[in-house]
């Protein structure tokens, strides 16, 4: 269980703000499981929520990327690093809720929803998603969750909401190893 305690040291030592948010990406991570169980989705859901930006922690400087206009491609990096250790239904929608975001985009109405630095990152992440990939991806075996995921990542920006802490899903995150 060496991972769930890395996992759990990277979320309590997080203390850098979430890229061009008002909340650390702890927050931003937690307040998307508390989302999803909100809404009463599955544990595998709330897991992926929880997990979804994982891959922050694995970059080097998030903001730094952003700043000279480059996306680190978070959402592979975290896929590749957990799949090695969770379940498939728990990493496939975190390595495709940045593709969701760019189907998602493609309604006026959800883009216009997005914050700011989320706008920034669509950008760099390839901007609205067209039309030969938007049908590739609705194929995905993951699509639905991907959706609901990204749904709940762009929710989860909140300040001063009661929070969880990463310790109140020790017991979901060790169900969820392989």
Same mark, same amino acid.
């Given at each position: 269980?060496?991972?769930?305690?890395?996992?759990?040291?990277?979320?309590? %030592? %997080?203390?850098?703000?979430?890229?061009?948010?008002?909340?650390?990406?702890?927050?931003?991570?937690?307040?998307?499981?508390?989302?999803?169980? @909100?809404?009463?989705?599955?544990? =595998?859901?709330?897991?992926?929520?929880?997990? &979804?930006?994982?891959? &922050? $922690?694995?970059? =080097?400087?998030?903001?730094?990327?952003?700043?000279?206009?480059? =996306?680190?491609?978070?959402?592979?990096?975290?896929? *590749?690093?957990?799949?090695?250790? $969770?379940?498939?239904?728990?990493? *496939?929608?975190?390595?495709?809720?940045?593709? #969701?975001?760019?189907?998602?985009?493609?309604?006026?109405?959800?883009?216009?929803?997005?914050? @700011?630095?989320?706008?920034?990152?669509?950008?760099?992440?390839?901007?609205?998603?067209? =039309?030969?990939?938007? *049908?590739?991806?609705?194929?995905?075996?993951? $699509?639905?969750?991907?959706?609901?995921?990204? @749904?709940?990542?762009? #929710?989860?920006?909140?300040? /001063?909401?009661?929070?969880?802490?990463? &310790?109140? /899903?020790? @017991?979901?995150?060790?169900?969820?190893?392989?």
């Amino acid at each position: 269980m060496q991972i769930i305690e890395k996992i759990i040291s990277n979320f309590s %030592n %997080n203390n850098s703000l979430y890229i061009g948010e008002k909340l650390t990406m702890s927050e931003h991570m937690i307040q998307s499981a508390m989302l999803a169980e @909100k809404s009463k989705c599955n544990d =595998d859901l709330i897991c992926s929520c929880l997990l &979804h930006d994982y891959g &922050h $922690f694995i970059i =080097d400087n998030p903001d730094e990327l952003v700043k000279n206009k480059l =996306d680190g491609g978070h959402e592979l990096i975290g896929y *590749e690093y957990l799949k090695k250790f $969770f379940k498939k239904q728990i990493v *496939e929608p975190i390595r495709y809720h940045v593709l #969701a975001k760019r189907y998602l985009a493609r309604n006026k109405t959800y883009f216009e929803k997005l914050s @700011k630095a989320s706008k920034v990152s669509l950008e760099l992440q390839g901007g609205i998603l067209n =039309d030969k990939d938007t *049908e590739s991806f609705k194929r995905k075996s993951y $699509f639905k969750s991907s959706i609901l995921l990204r @749904k709940f990542d762009e #929710a989860a920006k909140k300040t /001063y909401v009661k929070m969880k802490t990463i &310790h109140d /899903y020790k @017991k979901l995150l060790i169900s969820k190893i392989i």
